[in-house]
């Protein structure tokens, strides 16, 4: 079911989107060839609950950790633990928090240390690709507009957007309706209204949109073994461009 959200649950919304923007930013200033992903997820945990928050991904599903920490070819759902990051990784860090019982989300792909010109152009088109959707994030248009507008700014610079994994609607459910994917036809799906929130994702690949799990049960790869990039936001959408709450 969709939700239209009240203002007093966007407020909560957006300070639980507050301190997603600022966990990860500090997460961002550790990165650094030597850290090992459980060391990033101890840090997000202690950070997000001493600002207020709750981590809304520890025991989602059975979800493990409090973070995803998905690294070079991992697309999304990567447990963090004792593996050391490398000079030329790209690491993909996804944060959730609950406030007042009600949800954000983002992710970001950093660079750890110096990376491929490559992995920085992925990097790169992955977070303009969600600016190029978002354009279309308004009351009265349809999910399928933001779709289409992101699969073609990604295929036009020679990446590929996953099939597999989509975006969603986000508030008192981690996961609401409706599904979000980054591929698709314009002028389809559902029309947006006023104050539905979604969390919007692109997760592109190097190469093949192609996607497997790995044997963990949650890692999502790429089947080539090329590289994947991630970035998202949740979004408030209004009769204008949509209010991002965390940034």
């Not at 600002?51 to 973070?67: E, H, Q, R, T, V």
């Not at 992925?122 to 354009?135: D, Q």
Request: aromatic fraction near 6%.
């Amino acid at each position: 079911m969709i939700t239209i959200k009240s203002e007093a649950e966007l407020d909560s919304m957006r300070a639980a989107g507050r301190i997603v923007a600022m966990v990860l930013k500090e997460l961002e200033k550790l990165i650094q060839p030597g850290i090992t992903t459980k060391e990033l997820d101890e840090f997000a945990e202690e950070y997000i609950i001493k600002n207020g928050g709750i981590p809304s991904f520890k025991g989602l599903y059975g979800y493990p950790a409090s973070i995803c920490t998905s690294v070079n070819d991992e697309v999304v759902h990567g447990i963090p633990g004792m593996r050391r990051l490398e000079d030329g990784d790209i690491i993909s860090i996804d944060v959730g928090v609950c406030v007042d019982g009600l949800h954000a989300d983002a992710a970001r792909t950093f660079a750890v240390g110096k990376i491929s010109n490559t992995a920085r152009f992925l990097i790169k088109v992955t977070e303009e690709s969600f600016f190029e959707g978002i354009k279309n994030a308004v009351a009265g248009k349809r999910v399928g507009d933001i779709s289409n507008s992101i699969q073609r700014y990604v295929e036009s610079r020679g990446f590929s957007v996953v099939r597999d994994l989509v975006g969603h609607g986000i508030g008192r459910k981690f996961h609401e309706s409706p599904q979000v994917p980054n591929f698709g036809k314009a002028g389809v799906g559902i029309r947006l209204i006023k104050n539905m929130t979604l969390a919007v994702e692109p997760m592109v690949n190097e190469g093949s949109y192609k996607v497997y799990t790995d044997k963990d049960g949650w890692t999502v790869k790429t089947l080539d073994g090329k590289l994947s990039a991630h970035y998202e936001n949740t979004i408030i959408v209004t009769e204008g461009l949509p209010e991002i709450i965390t940034l």
